[in-house]
T-cell receptor
Framework: KAGVTQTPRYLIKTRGQQVTLSCSPI?????VSWYQQTPGQGLQFLFE???????NKGNFPGRFSGRQFSNSRSEMNVSTLELGDSALYLC?????????????FGEGSRLTVL | GDSVVQTEGQVLPSEGDSLIVNCSYE??????LFWFVQYPGEGPQLHLK?????DKGRNKGFEAMYRKETTSFHLEKDSVQESDSAVYFC???????????FGAGTILRVKS
């Protein structure tokens, strides 16, 4: 069974640009969550989608947005990039909507903002 | 808001030593509690979990007891191995959805 796939794995952007990251969950999983990981702030929840609907949202500015498609694939977008957005962005998929901890993380997309 | 505190940033036991990695949480809800482990270049993976008070999670010789009276979920192992070296994150999840609140993480480096 294929795991969670995130693309691209690495990318470099400059301040003011925007970026779109993609996540393909494990087949059959309907919940996709996004997390930002930095050395200073650790792992922080961005948002969760279930059946194309945003179910939870973390405390990030409106520059961070996401969506989920009917095949459960998800994208997140960051507009007007700032230096502080440099981070590892992790996607996690889960079979359903209950917090069983059965989250399966991808390897992440490492974003560097110059 | 909810929070998880891991007091040790790094622990350096020798192989065969016992281990306790501290985790305390704060929430107004009745959370589920988890330990995740992260190896270099990989995303976190679920290590063990406890869904309600007095449950004990177990995996690969590690244990953690969900203690509601002390709001703690400490990770313990009797005898660590070099292969246990990784970053360990304590986390909680409320009933609504898959939103996890993570602690800052504890780097475990086991000396051979």
């Amino acid at each position: 069974k294929a795991g969670v796939t995130q693309t691209p794995r690495y990318l470099i952007k400059t301040r003011g640009q925007q970026v779109t990251l993609s996540c393909s969950p494990i087949s059959g999983h309907r919940s996709v969550s996004w997390y930002q990981q930095t050395p200073g702030q650790g792992l922080q929840f961005l948002f969760e989608y279930f059946s194309e609907t945003q179910r939870n949202k973390g405390n990030f500015p409106g520059r961070f947005s996401g969506r989920q498609f009917s095949n459960s694939r998800s994208e997140m977008n960051v507009s007007t990039l700032e230096l502080g957005d440099s981070a590892l962005y992790l996607c996690a998929s889960s079979p359903g909507r209950d917090p069983t901890g059965e989250l399966f993380f991808g390897e992440g997309s490492r974003l560097t903002v110059l | 808001g909810d929070s998880v505190v891991q007091t040790e940033g790094q622990v350096l036991p020798s192989e065969g030593d016992s281990l306790i990695v501290n985790c305390s949480y704060e929430t107004t809800q009745y959370p589920s509690l988890f330990w995740f482990v992260q190896y270099p270049g990989e995303g976190p993976q679920l290590h063990l979990k406890a869904m309600k008070a007095n449950d004990k999670g177990r995996n690969k010789g590690f244990e953690a007891m969900y203690r509601k009276e002390t709001t703690s979920f400490h990770l313990e192992k009797d005898s660590v191995q070099e292969s246990d070296s990784a970053v360990y994150f304590c986390a909680l999840s409320e009933l609504n959805g898959n939103k996890l609140v993570f602690g800052a993480g504890t780097i475990l480096r086991v000396k051979s």
